[in-house]
């Protein structure tokens, strides 16, 4: 299974963005997803988690601002970043908990990541 993170950049302090996070492979079924991030010199901070059935949990750094949303149809996920300030700068990596099709008809349970996307607030 693989993950394509997609849609960081550079936006003003108020801004907006949108992250996506798209698997593929020989998926059975996507379980749990979310977005981590991690700013220079900081530890890696878990921002958001969304459950195969939609439940959504938030970090209170982000909790008003952010919204976690997927498209199961499309083995996707995505993350409306609003009014966004220089503290979000980050570079945002996804993950996801992914059953798969092994070798011999086996099915493999895993936990997948993708590449970090850089998001720049500046002020």
């Known amino acids: 299974v693989q993950l394509q993170a997609s849609g960081g950049g550079t936006v003003q302090a108020g801004g907006s963005l949108r992250l996506s996070c798209a698997a593929s492979?020989?998926?059975?079924?996507?379980?749990?997803m979310g977005w981590y991030r991690q700013a220079p010199g900081k530890q890696r901070e878990l921002v958001a988690v969304i459950s195969s059935g939609g439940y959504t949990n938030y970090a209170d750094s982000v909790k008003g601002r952010f919204t976690i949303s997927r498209d199961n149809a499309k083995n996707t996920m995505y993350l409306q970043m609003n009014s966004l300030a220089p503290e979000d700068t980050a570079v945002y990596s996804c993950?996801?908990?992914?059953?798969?099709?092994?070798?011999?008809?086996?099915?493999?349970?895993?936990?997948?990541w993708g590449q970090g996307t850089q998001v720049t607030v500046s002020s």
């Open positions: 492979g020989t998926i059975v079924r996507v379980d749990n």
């Open positions: 993950y996801a908990d992914t059953l798969s099709f092994g070798p011999l008809g086996t099915v493999v349970s895993d936990q997948n």
